[in-house]
């Protein structure tokens, strides 16, 4: 069938014209199914930091996630290409992009999806992008094709909708970082300013617990961390009287500090530990340092945790600039600050500049050596005494899910390790489940002293992440008597590593969701029995 007036290559298309009852309803059922998509996708927004881009390899991983999630990418696409001729085929794309991919709810369960302000006012963006790619295919006679178009491109029009609000959201903050500026300089407190690829909450928490006898200190709550949460964090927190402010800085790429720290100087920067967290977005470690560095610039006083060589170089190069330097350590002695382990890792020892400030001081499990030097040396920065601060270190908090022990009603140990996602913490991790109380038994799988791990891998190590996790993996399989896998972003990765080790008897078990890990838990582990939860993802991942 031919359509007359139009050249040949273009005549199928044309054809779309005479189907005009069968492409509303490809055009209906596209619009609707527009819908859940929409819903899912602005929630992986949101999870994402409305970082432009993120949706797109969200949806990359979902759908490769599973062979009927590709199957259904597959029937989407072909039914798109088949509906240019045959209209009513683009229904079948329709049903895929409504149902999948499978197991990613638009509304969420660990991570639901919030109607604030800046969403509803992405929501209306993307709608609007929607609702263009529809109307071209109204009025050029192509309503089907490019309904369908509109159902398939739903996660690209949230990344451009992100794209196009980010320069909106940024004036509209504005207000509130002019409003902070204006409230610390009328407080005028210290300003110590914390970065890093990991350790920054662990480390803003311990300075806060030794600087507080002695200053009035407010730390940024949680995790509010770049320019919105910055400003939050001063203008509901900082009171008048304040004599110290701890803020964390965080980044996901180069420039994002140096802004931060244009209206919010710190006089007093460290940077806790570089390692590859973010680099799907970096791209390179070097990448992460030159972007940590920023912080460094209006200090005049820098803390470094030297055992690292990049930020002993780093640690260098400040001192050249007449900046002063405390250089820290958890091995060297004759640092500006150690803290060093008893040889069972036990206790610890605390010295600045070779002079003891607290001797076998047992602490609570996860604090980290260089995290806690550090904290030390901005509290000799802040001319806390000395005697103060080796004082507070025996009753220093544990760090909220940072490798928390508790205690279940079963009476199992559970290591609590949530929030830590980088190769070195769960590296650390495993290190405490071994020493642990009990070990894994040759009595059955069901006697006491299983040692069990629960994790759903590390995330946003870039090219590395496969293989960090395979390393994951058989570093569990060397010390876990029962391994639960959790979702599948990295089931791949960690079943080849416990498979590399053949010696190991790990029992591994593929778990569909953290839920269901620990329900798993509370039916098999019995006092004497430890579990490590190492990290946790939201459901928005697959």
């Known amino acids: 069938m031919t359509v007359a007036g139009l050249p040949a290559p273009f005549a199928v298309l044309g054809a779309g014209r005479f189907h005009s009852g069968l492409a509303w309803i490809t055009v209906g059922a596209c619009v609707a199914a527009c819908v859940p998509a929409g819903l899912r996708w602005l929630r992986v927004a949101q999870r994402e930091h409305y970082l432009a881009g993120s949706v797109e390899r969200f949806a990359s991983r979902w759908w490769r996630s599973t062979a009927v999630d590709t199957a259904l990418a597959v029937v989407a696409v072909a039914s798109a290409v088949a509906s240019v001729g045959w209209p009513i085929a683009g229904v079948a794309a329709a049903g895929a992009v409504a149902l999948g991919p499978l197991g990613l709810s638009p509304w969420g369960r660990t991570s639901p999806l919030a109607w604030t302000r800046r969403l509803r006012t992405l929501a209306a963006v993307w709608a609007a992008l929607e609702i263009v790619v529809v ?93 919105a949460g910055l400003a939050r964090a001063i203008n509901e927190h900082l009171a008048d009287g304040t004599e110290v402010f701890v803020a964390e800085m965080g980044t996901y790429g180069r420039g994002e500090i140096a802004e931060l720290c244009g209206w919010c100087p710190p006089d007093i920067a460290v940077i806790t530990a570089i390692g590859p967290v973010h680099l799907e977005r970096f791209g390179s470690e070097d990448r992460i340092i030159e972007a940590k560095s920023e912080i460094l610039e209006h200090a005049d006083d820098v803390v470094l945790p ?138 059955g799988p069901d006697s006491p002293g299983r040692l069990v791990v629960v994790t759903p891998g590390m995330v946003e190590l870039g090219a590395r992440q496969f293989n960090e996790n395979r390393r994951f993996g058989a570093a569990i399989a060397a010390v876990a008597s029962d391994a639960l896998i959790v979702g599948r972003t990295n089931r791949r990765a960690l079943l080849a590593g416990l498979a590399s080790v053949p010696e190991s008897s790990t029992a591994v078990h593929p778990m569909s969701s953290r839920q269901k890990a620990v329900d798993w838990v509370r039916e098999h582990l019995v006092e004497g029995d430890t579990v490590l939860y190492e990290n946790d993802l939201p459901d928005h991942y697959p």
Do not use: M
Not at 160 to 165: D, G, P, V
Not at 421 to 432: C, D, E, I, Q, Y
């Open 135 to 227: 109307g071209i295919g109204v009025a050029t006679g192509l309503a089907a094709p490019l309904a369908v178009v509109a159902a398939l491109i739903v996660p690209v029009a949230v990344d451009i909708a992100c794209w196009l609000t980010a320069p909106v959201e940024r004036r509209l903050s504005s207000r509130f970082v002019d409003d902070a500026t204006a409230r610390l300089t009328r407080v005028g407190p210290t300003v110590v300013g914390i970065t890093g690829s990991f350790g920054k909450t662990s480390t803003k928490g311990h300075i806060a617990h030794l600087v507080r006898p002695t200053l009035t200190v407010v730390a940024t709550p949680a995790s509010f961390n770049n320019r």
């Open 306 to 443: 030297v055992d690292d060589p990049r930020l002993a170089a780093l640690a260098e190069r400040a001192a050249a600039q007449s900046k002063r330097v405390f250089r820290c350590s958890a091995v060297d002695r004759s640092a500006d600050v150690s803290v060093l382990r008893s040889a069972d890792g036990s206790r610890v020892s605390v010295l600045a500049h070779g002079e003891a400030l607290a001797e076998e001081v047992e602490l609570a499990a996860g604090i980290q050596a260089t995290n806690l030097a550090c904290a030390v040396a901005v509290a000799l920065l802040l001319k806390v005494d000395a005697g103060a601060i080796g004082a507070r270190l025996a009753d220093l908090p544990p760090v909220d899910h940072r490798l928390q022990a508790v205690r279940a009603a079963s009476g199992a140990t559970i290591l609590d390790d949530t929030y830590n996602s980088n190769p070195a913490g769960a590296a650390a991790a495993l290190s405490t489940l071994k020493a642990s109380t009990g070990a894994a038994t040759a009595g």
